[in-house]
Every structure is written in C-alpha cells, then in structure tokens.
Nanobody, 118 residues
Framework: QVQLVESGGGLVQAGGSLRLSCAAS????????MGWFRQAPGKERAFVAH????????YYADSVKGRFTISRDNAKNTVYLQMNSLKPEDTAVYYC???????????WGQGTQVTVSS
C-alpha cells in the first residue's frame, strides 16, 4: 500500500511562486510514475504533470508548461511541483498521485489547496 501526503499549498498573489511536496510511504516509490492533478471549484479534476520512475521525460499540461516544474527525490520518497508565475486560474486543490508502469493512477493524496489572488 502506498500513502501520499501533500504539503506546501497556500495563498499567494498572482505572479508569485509556491512549491508543493508529496511524501510517499512504502518501498515502491522509486518504481512508480508520479503525477500532479488539480481540481478547481465546479470543474473536474485535471492533469497537471507527471514524471517517470527515473525522473526523465517529465510531461506537462499545456496550461502550465513553462511555469511549473515537476521533480522527484527517490532517496526521500518525495515528488515536488515548483509553481512559478502563478495565475488566478491556477487556483485549485492539488493532488499527488502514483501509479505503476502501464497501470492507472491507483494511489491519491488528500489534496492541498492553492489559492492565487489577483
């Protein structure tokens, strides 16, 4: 079983930055693809970014490309999401998720609120 705990959310002004962290329990972190998703009020949960087990080939949603950076530290069982140049439309609950290769995302954190004021 994998447990995920996000942290780092908060209130920030437009143009500011935040770094989200997601700490994973268990021994399988280094063999899992990690992703970040977000859900804005009244909208469905949407993909933000993912990174594979070795940290290569990160992939981003078009809406965050060039502003957000996903990274991971397998020694610390932690994945990060550095968010720069934040916009009000980035306001959402951000979720960390994990999956094994060629599988669906099966493990989710509880979410952390990010609010960007204009």
């Amino acid at each position: 079983q994998v447990q995920l705990v996000e942290s780092g959310g908060g209130l920030v002004q437009a143009g500011g930055s935040l770094r989200l962290s997601c700490a994973a329990s268990g021994r399988t972190f280094s063999s899992m693809t990690m992703g970040w998703f977000r859900q804005a009020p009244g909208k469905e949960r949407a993909f933000v970014a993912h990174i594979d087990m070795s940290g290569t080939g990160p992939y981003y949603a078009d809406s965050v490309k060039g502003r957000f950076t996903i990274s991971r530290d397998n020694a610390k069982n932690t994945v990060y999401l550095q968010m720069n140049s934040l916009k009000p439309e980035d306001t959402a609950v951000y979720y960390c998720a994990a999956r094994f290769p060629f599988k669906e995302y099966a493990y989710w954190g509880q979410g952390t609120q990010v609010t960007v004021s204009s």
